[in-house]
């Protein structure tokens, strides 16, 4: 069992930024791709950006070289590091990990945060 606790949510204005992040606890080891998703009211849960053993990251579309997800494995922490913030990024967030090779809009791991409300006024 995996253990997923994110942190660094809120409120900031159009064009700020913000630094979400995640913390694994429980059997890490079976950990083979980690990421993040959001979801607004009313859609769909979409990939944000994933990465996995082989350090290959990939963004969804909607990033467009806005957001950096980057990891520390030493402390078993992945972060997100979101700039020029669009009142669209307003989600709740949510750190998923499983055993797949690589998270998508399609492959979702088994393991989910309780998700961080991020709101981004205009």
């Known amino acids: 069992q995996v253990r997923l606790v994110e942190s660094g949510g809120g409120l900031v204005q159009a064009g700020g930024s913000l630094r979400l992040s995640c913390v694994a606890s429980?059997?890490?080891?079976?950990?083979?791709?980690i990421g993040w998703y959001r979801q607004a009211p009313g859609k769909q849960r979409d990939l944000v950006a994933g990465?996995?053993?082989?350090?290959?990251?990939n963004y969804g579309d909607f990033v467009e070289g806005r957001f950096t997800l980057s990891r520390d494995d030493a402390k078993n922490s992945i972060y997100l590091q979101m700039n020029n913030l669009k009142p669209e990024d307003t989600a709740v967030y949510y750190c998923?990990?499983?055993?797949?090779?690589?998270?998508?809009?399609?492959?979702?791991?088994?393991?989910w945060g309780q998700g961080t409300q991020v709101t981004v006024s205009s």
């Open positions: 998923n990990a499983g055993a797949g090779r690589q998270l998508s809009n399609d492959k979702k791991g088994d393991y």
């Open positions: 429980g059997n890490v080891f079976s950990i083979a791709s």
């Open positions: 990465t996995n053993r082989a350090g290959i990251t």
